[in-house]
């Protein structure tokens, strides 16, 4: 691959949803990252360029900024969205890209929203990679695991 992909918006709403498509191949991949990502400037880290380009091999990597991070619409801190509105961020991404049903990969929180869409749209959903992630981000009773409440 030579140089950046083509950073290209979806829109959600009044939200415009930073995107790119790396790769070709029958089979789509939809990465669903963390909070913290930056479409362009992932590229620039020699370990996460070398994993996402490993991944467009396999076919068609969808990734995007999760609205409120790096080229997508920022959000007011009062107003972060629910899991549902991401969910339909997530939609929104991939009808622009023109992919029906993905193969979804979740990466840490990222997990959460991609768990969400498998079970609330199971037709767009191919297959279902989790990794580094868990069912809740903060413990509860029955669930000791997760980041203490005072993080």
Known sequence: MNGLPQTRYAKNGD????????????????????????VELVWELPDWARQLRRLS???????????????????????????ETQVADVCAVMDAAGCKQAAILGFHDGGLQALLLVASHPERCRALVLFNTAARLSPTEGYPWGAPEEF
């Open 15 to 38: 939200v415009h949803l930073a995107y790119q498509v790396v790769g070709d191949g029958p089979l789509d991949l939809l990465l669903i990252e963390s909070w913290v990502h930056h």
């Open 57 to 83: 091999a396999i076919g068609r990597l969808i990734m995007f900024d999760r609205r409120g991070t790096g080229l997508s619409d920022p959000v007011p801190l009062d107003r972060l969205p629910d899991l």
